[in-house]
């Protein structure tokens, strides 16, 4: 009975531990698709946190030489994960780049009402052929849209990301 507490104590301490590396300023979203197409305006709702099918999370990463970066991640409920950054276009607008082996997704976004909304563009590395028959990359143009959630909504999975990209 004793080591079963102290596991439970031990796992309770490392999401603690995980969940700390998110700044304050963090800023979190959610979508009701997977990553592949992330953010995808399916229709059926912008998602709520606990059934979404992908997270967003934007941040400034502060290093000791006063030096600032703009990192972004997304997860989805299959455990996929992207890294990448993220900078703000003016105003309400927002692009992130992300990328893993497999794919690169550009979003251009604008903050609305309790969310984001835009546009995004993917690259596979599935490849197709064009109209002359040349093999080439798939690409892929998708509505995206991403509404704001508390961080804590965001799975552990992918907090475990956060320093690798």
Not at 34 to 50: E, K, V
Not at 54 to 68: C, Q
Request: net charge neutral; with cysteine; glycine share 10%.
């Amino acid at each position: 009975m004793r080591i079963l507490v102290l596991v439970f104590a031990l796992t309770i301490a490392c999401a603690t531990a995980l969940r700390s590396q998110l700044p304050d300023d963090a800023r979190c979203y959610a979508a009701s698709s997977i990553i592949w197409p992330l953010g995808a305006d399916t229709g059926a709702g912008s998602g709520s946190g606990s059934g979404s099918g992908s997270w967003l999370i934007l941040l400034a990463r502060r290093y000791s030489d006063s030096t600032r970066r703009l990192a972004a991640y997304a997860v989805d409920t299959s455990g996929n994960t992207y890294g990448g950054s993220w900078q703000r276009l003016g105003g309400d607008s927002v692009e992130a780049s992300l990328r893993d082996e497999l794919t690169v997704t550009r979003l251009r976004l604008v903050e609305k009402h309790d969310g984001l909304i835009g546009s995004a563009h993917g690259i596979s590395d599935e490849m197709k052929r064009d109209s002359s028959g040349v093999s080439v990359p798939f690409e892929y143009d998708w509505s995206a849209r991403f509404k704001r959630v508390r961080c804590a909504a965001v799975p552990d999975s992918l907090l475990k990301h956060v320093d690798a990209a």
